[in-house]
């Protein structure tokens, strides 16, 4: 389980990488995207992986640590509030400059 969550860590990482090394603006909000719901996966595995365990201390001999889950909620809405700011940038570039390049130029042939 443990060597499954860590591919699939290393494939999302490694796909947000390349999409950010594009010079596309939809490309590098995905990226970006990718590498946030990385660090979010990350962030909930430091909880320990166990299923059917209390989330109280005390209930049980065995718990859930809630910090990991509480970080990785407060992560998804502030993910979601810039992902929604990037797109409006990307959007007014777009609008403003004609294409949708990082660096607002077409790149030479």
């Known amino acids: 389980m443990e060597a499954l969550y860590a591919i ?12 950010l090394l594009r010079a596309r603006t939809f490309a590098v909000v995905l990226g970006l995207t ?5 660090v979010n996966l990350f962030l909930f595995a430091m909880g320990r992986l166990k299923s059917g ?6 209930q049980s001999s065995e718990y859930a640590d809630p910090l990991p889950q509480a970080l990785v909620l407060t992560a998804i809405v502030i993910g979601f509030a810039m992902t929604a700011f990037v797109v409006v940038l990307a959007l007014r570039s777009l609008a403003e400059q004609g294409n949708d390049h990082v660096d607002g130029e077409e790149p030479r042939p």
Do not use: W
């Open 8 to 19: 699939t860590l290393g494939l999302l990482t490694a796909c947000g990488v390349y999409l």
């Open 53 to 58: 365990a209390a989330a109280v201390i005390g």
């Open 34 to 38: 990718l590498i946030s719901y990385a």
